[in-house]
């Protein structure tokens, strides 16, 4: 499992800490345990149905996948530091 600070240390390359919260999304997942289809999770989440939807790995970096879509973003896959 991995925390919120290692994982925008593995980010930025340094340690984080926050003095207030702020967010982008409506809907933030941090998970290593989406167990469908991305796309599929999406839809369910948001509770769409019979929508084309194709999202795209937006992450610039083998450590993490991230995917974002009208009020929800997701970070799966993230790899610990003996994975990367």
Do not use: P, W
């Not at 994982?7 to 207030?20: A, E, H, N, P």
């Not at 933030?28 to 194709?54: C, H, M, P, Q």
């Amino acid at each position: 499992m991995i925390n919120l600070s290692g994982f925008l240390d593995s980010l930025i390359g340094r340690k984080f800490t926050t003095d207030s919260v702020s967010f982008t999304h409506n809907i933030f997942v941090l998970s290593n345990n989406i167990d469908r289809e991305i796309n599929d999770y999406f839809l369910s989440v948001l509770g769409a149905k019979d929508v084309n939807l194709e999202l795209k790995n937006l992450s610039s970096t083998n450590a993490f996948e991230y995917f974002s879509q009208e009020y929800l973003g997701v970070v799966a896959k993230v790899a610990t530091g003996s994975e990367q």
